[in-house]
């Protein structure tokens, strides 16, 4: 079996790229789905977040916007938040 990774900055067509592996067949893994699900209301890696960056979980819901500005520019909160996704 080989096993491709398939990388790209924003726009170069990454999801368009998987979508037509998908319709020929091939099994995709989309790990940003599945950071988004753990990350999405009742996610498993929502408690973790909210302890580690209080406040940044609202009503259940991460506030993304929130959650990036205590970590982006910061090695060590990213790192953090890394270990819990």
Not at 9 to 17: L, R, Y
Request: aromatic share 4%.
């Amino acid at each position: 079996m080989m096993i491709v990774g398939l990388t790209g900055s924003i726009g170069m067509g990454k999801s368009t790229a998987a979508r037509m592996l998908r319709q020929m067949g091939v099994p995709v893994y989309d790990a940003d789905a599945n950071v988004h699900a753990v990350q999405a209301p009742g996610g498993a890696a929502l408690p973790a977040i909210e302890a580690a960056f209080p406040g940044v979980v609202k009503d259940g819901v991460l506030d993304r916007q929130a959650l990036g500005a205590r970590v982006f520019g910061n090695k060590e909160a990213l790192r953090r938040l890394e270990a819990i996704v």
